[in-house]
Every structure is written in C-alpha cells, then in structure tokens.
C-alpha cells in the first residue's frame, strides 16, 4: 500500500508536454532569436507550424494572455511553467491576426484550443512564424527531455518530457 502511494507521488512528478501546434520540430538552439536561442526566458522547444491553431499541451490554468494574443502562459498542478510565443517579433502586430478562445483563470486539458491566428498575417508583418514552447520556470526542474521526433501533431505528440 505505501508503495502505491509514494509511487504515484513520483509519477506525478513527471508532465509529458504535449505538441501545442502540428509542424516541424526546433531546437531551442536555432530559433533565430537571442531571447530564445540562448535560453534567457527557460529551456525548452521550438514548433513551425503548419496549421493556424494552438492547442493546450498540458492539464493546467491559463495564467497569462498578452493582450496582444502573441503569447499564453499556463501553470500545470505541480507548478510548472509554460509560454508559448507564437512567431517572433509578433508583439509588434497589436493582436491583428490572433484570436484567443480562452481567458487568464480559464483552466484547460491537452487538446483544448486556445489560439487561432492567421499565418500568412505573421508571416508578412513579423520576423517568423517559428513557436518557442519554453518552460519558463526551468531552475525549478529537475530534468528536461525534449523529443526526437522531427514532426509533430498537435495534441497528439508530446514534445517536452519534465521531472520536476
């Protein structure tokens, strides 16, 4: 009996991230950003999307939704993390392009969509469309994985694999 219950304390530990968006696979390292490339906002993984919706990775709560619908940040239960910045430079856009489905305090599970944006809009006016997924809290992780896989469907495949 503890066992079972010690073992799933451990297991909890451990939050699969799952592909926000369908695309092509990036390492932080070559997204052709500083901010990102270098780490300074958290570790993680770089998506270039193929299709205009971004799906919740994670079981959690949104706690951040620029006005400007660029970006999201959610929280998972154990405390994790996670921003996702759709395109570089897109701040620069005011939000033209970018539809939110959800609200900061909104809590959400992997699937859900929580932005829809117009490609071709960010692909004129900003740098990239490339969508730095970061765990912005990464100093309170124990270990990060980031997957292999090349291409990813969102929703589907999971992207990021973290101890906390």
Do not use: C, W, Y
Not at 49 to 66: M, R, S, W, Y
Request: charged share 25%; net charge negative; glycine share 8%.
């Amino acid at each position: 009996m503890l066992k079972k219950l010690f073992g799933k304390k451990e297991a909890e530990k451990e939050v699969a991230i799952f592909a926000p968006l369908t695309g092509k696979v990036i390492p932080l390292e070559n997204v052709p950003d500083p901010v990102f490339s270098q780490k300074m906002m958290g570790d993680g993984v770089a998506i270039e999307p193929v299709i205009e919706t971004v799906l919740a990775p994670v079981k959690g709560k949104i706690v951040q939704l620029f006005q400007t619908k660029h970006a999201i940040g959610l929280e998972t239960e154990n405390g994790m993390e996670i921003l996702i910045h759709i395109g570089l430079e897109t701040v620069r856009l005011n939000g033209e392009g970018f539809i939110s489905h959800v609200h900061e305090g909104d809590k959400v599970n992997p699937g859900d969509k929580l932005i829809t944006f117009e490609m071709n809009i960010i692909k004129s006016k900003a740098e990239s469309v490339v969508t730095p997924v970061i765990i912005t809290n990464t100093a309170e992780m124990q270990q990060i994985n980031v997957t292999e896989t090349k291409e990813v469907t969102a929703g589907q495949d999971h992207i990021l694999l973290v101890r906390k």
